[in-house]
């Protein structure tokens, strides 16, 4: 898909991996549909770098696990340039809960993760699917996380909802072909404040060399790199849809499974 032109939205694009999204679209010509939840100071930043390429944004402040809220997001796009053709879902919440903590998560934390992490992304892309399919094609990119490939991360429920992620892009890429692929990333480690601040920046520096010393890549992942590879999906894997590609420099080859007999 050539993104000259073409409309993308990116859901949680004020900051980290969503920002850096937004702006290579931008970067490759594509009109922006940037979208938050509570920092619009962040999405106003993402606003200005986007539009120094010369092309067209609008900002949309939406809850994505509220369906109204998706419809809205659609509905910018389709009001401002009556089509859509690439949707990045990149949304996302956790709790930070050791998980050995059982009792650290409740029904509702379960309730809310799983309501950006899954039932968002499953909102988006039904209300994107009818204006994407107008045009003919379409690319949406799910962002999901190792934590859903290996069962670690913020907290279990955080890995479970990101699991159920990455198998519904399964069966959203099945039934929503021809004219829409489907496909998902799992980063790994990201760097950034969010982590930060989630994990304390003791544990996040500490676990942050460790996966730099010992991952065959020797490096961990920046919202930019992450964005690079959703930009392949999006524009360049044209005969690509229901893969799932984890990014994460190769960490995922240390954890070999036990053997039992």
Not at 4 to 26: E, H, K, P
Not at 213 to 232: H, N, Y
Request: proline share 3%; hydrophobic share 40%; with cysteine.
């Amino acid at each position: 898909m050539d993104l000259q032109d073409s409309v993308v939205i990116v859901t949680g694009s004020s900051s980290g991996v969503g920002a850096a999204c937004a702006r290579q679209v931008a970067e490759r010509g594509a009109h922006v549909v940037i979208n938050y939840s509570s920092n619009e100071a962040g999405a106003r930043e993402t606003q200005t770098a986007c539009q120094a390429y010369g092309v067209e944004t609008v900002i949309v402040q939406a809850d994505v696990s509220l369906d109204a809220d998706c419809r809205r997001l659609v509905g910018a796009a389709e009001e401002k340039w009556g089509r859509l053709d690439g949707l990045v879902n990149n949304a996302g919440t956790t709790k930070f809960c050791p998980h050995n903590d059982l009792e650290g998560l409740s029904k509702q934390d379960f309730f809310d993760i799983y309501g950006v992490n899954t039932v968002g992304v499953f909102q988006m892309t039904r209300a994107a699917a009818p204006l994407m399919k107008r045009g003919g094609m379409g690319s949406i990119v799910n962002v999901a996380s190792i934590a859903g490939v290996m069962g670690v991360g913020s907290s279990i429920a955080y890995a479970a909802s990101k699991g159920a992620l990455i198998t519904m892009g399964l069966s959203l890429a099945r039934v929503l072909g021809p004219e829409i692929r489907v496909n998902t990333v799992c980063p790994g480690f990201i760097q950034g404040e969010w982590l930060a601040k989630g994990m304390g920046r003791e544990n996040y520096e500490r676990s942050k060399a460790h996966l730099e010393q010992t991952t065959p890549l020797r490096l961990t992942t920046t919202p930019d790199t992450i964005a690079e590879s959703i930009l392949f999906f999006l524009a360049s894997a044209s005969v690509v849809t229901g893969e799932t590609l984890i990014l994460d420099g190769g960490h995922h080859l240390n954890q070999t499974p036990t053997v039992r007999r």
